[in-house]
């Protein structure tokens, strides 16, 4: 039961919080005494700290791996050689890449220092064999997370822009994706509007000329009238029980009968109608293409 609190609360990726595991051990050990209770949470937060340790030791690890990876200079060393590995290989640098994301968005927070100075001190390229993994992150719930992912995006669209010029453009603007994740993605385009404003530019119109041709005009008509046929035939029945029962009422005028009519053929056949004014409104525009 001890260690099923451990492990339930190391799950939750925090620290412990002393006061939660004394009330969660006298809950499962009432008998127990308060200060075999402290010695226990004290074990606790020592192995936990032990094992936070021990991913900061990967996180530096990994990052010195890449910074080599790269012919970077060895910052830690004062002898201002560069140390070369001519014989890693990409797969190498991708694995490295993974592990380290895998550890920023289970363990970020508990180790933010490692990760900001790894950050900043390896080269942006090495994480360019894992945009969409990065892309697929954003939406963490650790603030610290989303600011990371954010920051090494936006430096990799300064130095690659076309690695992730249109899925910040296509995210950004689509039905699927959260507000939340939205303003990322839009931050990520600004940095790359301000940096590559033409490109932006081009990648924009590439979208809006890809909607035009994915749903043609025809096809839109096309679903437009079989979606409505069975719909149509529903209301002009109505409308010919509405004319039945109308003309059976022998107290109205002939005047008023045909009046009666034509309100109700109105009011049941006006959705319909509508339908078809909002389609023909919107592909009656200009047209943008030799096609339309």
Request: proline share 2%; charged share 25%.
């Amino acid at each position: 039961s001890v260690f099923k609190i451990f492990l339930r609360k190391f799950s939750h990726r925090s620290k412990f919080d002393l006061g939660d595991l004394s009330n969660d051990f006298k809950a499962v050990l009432p008998w127990v005494s308060q200060d075999s209770v402290n010695v226990v949470t004290t074990s606790f937060l020592e192995v936990q700290e032990k094992i936070f340790d021990s991913y900061k030791s990967s996180v530096d690890g990994y990052f010195r791996f890449l910074q080599f990876a790269n012919c970077r200079k060895d910052e830690n060393k004062n002898s201002g050689e560069r140390v070369h590995h001519k014989y890693i290989e990409e797969s190498d640098k991708t694995t490295a890449c993974l592990r380290l994301l895998r550890l920023l968005v289970k363990h970020g927070s508990q180790i933010d220092a490692s990760f900001m100075s790894g950050f900043d001190g390896t080269d942006v390229r090495s994480w360019e064999n894992i945009i969409p993994q990065l892309f697929s992150r954003l939406d963490h719930p650790d603030p610290f997370v989303q600011h990371q992912l954010c920051k090494l995006l936006c430096a990799i669209a300064s130095n690659s822009p076309q690695l992730v010029v249109y899925h910040a453009v296509v995210s950004s603007n689509s039905r699927g994706t959260s507000e939340q994740n939205k303003q990322l993605l839009q931050k990520i385009a600004e940095s790359l509007d301000n940096t590559n404003g033409a490109l932006i530019a081009e990648i924009r119109r590439v979208i809006r000329e890809l909607q035009h041709i994915t749903v043609l005009f025809e096809e839109l008509w096309l679903n437009k009238i079989g979606g409505l046929q069975l719909d149509i035939n529903k209301r002009f029945h109505k409308v010919e029980c509405e004319f039945e029962r109308i003309n059976d009422n022998l107290s109205l005028s002939s005047d008023q009968r045909i009046r009666i009519m034509k309100e109700s053929y109105d009011a049941i056949m006006r959705p319909v109608i509508s339908s078809i004014e909002r389609l023909y409104n919107n592909t009656i525009s200009v047209a943008s293409t030799p096609h339309e």
